[in-house]
């Protein structure tokens, strides 16, 4: 199989097997909002055992590795869900394991992956976004490095999120993920395709750090000056580009990224909580705001609720109104 081609479905379904025992298979539920055009509906990854959908790709990416590979240990560069999803992986398998992240990540996130065994090196935020969309790799690292998005054994993890959306729902019209670094919306967008290619399929941005849009409407990836995030979404806006590497699958698979405000995530993350009773990240809630939006079009529209992890201070905020940005 090519690097740049879309994920197979063997390739999902051979995921699927190998993260059985890891991943829950999560449900997805109804929005509770009326609305006359468009029925939503919330796949929840926030209910994943590390709260995040990366445990998916992560786990398989491990178990799918060389274990001559592993004996040296793994590691990742990542803001805080891909490296929980490692650290938890090679905690249940006995190895060690180190995480890369920005310098700006959030403090709930540094929390949890200390709690699960991983050691952490801050570097400047410019120098991560550089490793991660250029080098992929760190002084004095070694053993296996589980790129949290251009890594075909990610985005296979990943794509058992669109397998399991078709089969709960067979109908279903529109597919939303958040783009970050794009392993998420190729895994699910080359498994709907392959499953039900009459599917729209978008990805979704923050109108601080949106290198997608722009690249699909040029036909290339293109180069922005990201501006700076919430921190409850510094995970998906920020980067500068679409990854060379990633971009061939994306561009062959999605039909549009959709950019929303920063005021519409807020309102989605305090909707979540009041309508549904559904804590979520900023990145959770992106694929809701999108879709409440109509961008996504009419009909059943299935959105990917990444992942929960949200400072309780924040949220907080967001919830009695007080929140600023």
Request: proline residues 7%; aromatic residues 6%.
């Amino acid at each position: 199989m090519k690097p740049h081609e879309p994920i197979t479905l063997r390739e999902v379904y051979q995921a699927r097997d190998r993260i059985k025992d890891a991943a829950i298979r999560t449900p997805l539920v109804r929005l509770n909002v009326d609305d006359p055009n468009r029925e939503i509906y919330l796949k929840l990854e926030n209910l994943q055992p590390i709260g995040s959908f990366k445990l998916r790709g992560a786990v398989n990416a491990m178990r799918a590795a060389d274990p001559e590979t592993l004996k040296a240990g793994v590691w990742t560069a990542s803001t805080g869900n891909m490296a929980q999803g490692v650290a938890w992986g090679a905690r249940e398998m006995g190895l060690e394991c180190t995480v890369v992240v920005p310098d700006n990540a959030p403090a709930s996130k540094l929390e949890a992956i200390r709690e699960l065994g991983a050691e952490i090196i801050k570097i400047p935020r410019a120098d991560w976004f550089h490793l991660i969309l250029y080098t992929h790799d760190y002084p004095g690292m070694e053993g296996l490095f589980i790129h949290s998005a251009s890594n075909r054994e990610v985005m296979a993890g990943q794509g058992t999120i669109g397998v399991e959306i078709v089969e709960d729902m067979p109908d279903v019209d529109a597919v939303i993920t958040p783009f970050g670094g794009g392993g998420l919306t190729a895994g699910v967008a080359s498994a709907v395709r392959a499953l039900k290619p009459a599917t729209r399929l978008y990805a979704c941005e923050l109108e601080t750090g949106a290198p997608f849009a722009p690249s699909l409407a040029a036909g290339e990836p293109v180069t922005i000056k990201p501006r700076p995030a919430p921190g409850f979404a510094e995970g998906f806006s920020g980067a500068p580009s679409v990854g060379a590497d990633m971009w061939p699958i994306l561009s062959s698979v999605v039909g549009g990224s959709l950019i929303m405000s920063v005021a519409d995530l807020v309102s989605t993350i305090k909707l979540l909580v009041e309508r549904n009773h559904i804590v979520a990240e900023g990145a959770g809630a992106a694929p809701v705001a999108s879709a409440l939006s109509g961008g996504a079009g009419e009909g059943k529209i299935a959105c990917v609720v990444s992942g929960g992890h949200i400072d309780s201070d924040v949220l907080a905020a967001i919830l009695d109104g007080t929140f600023t940005f």
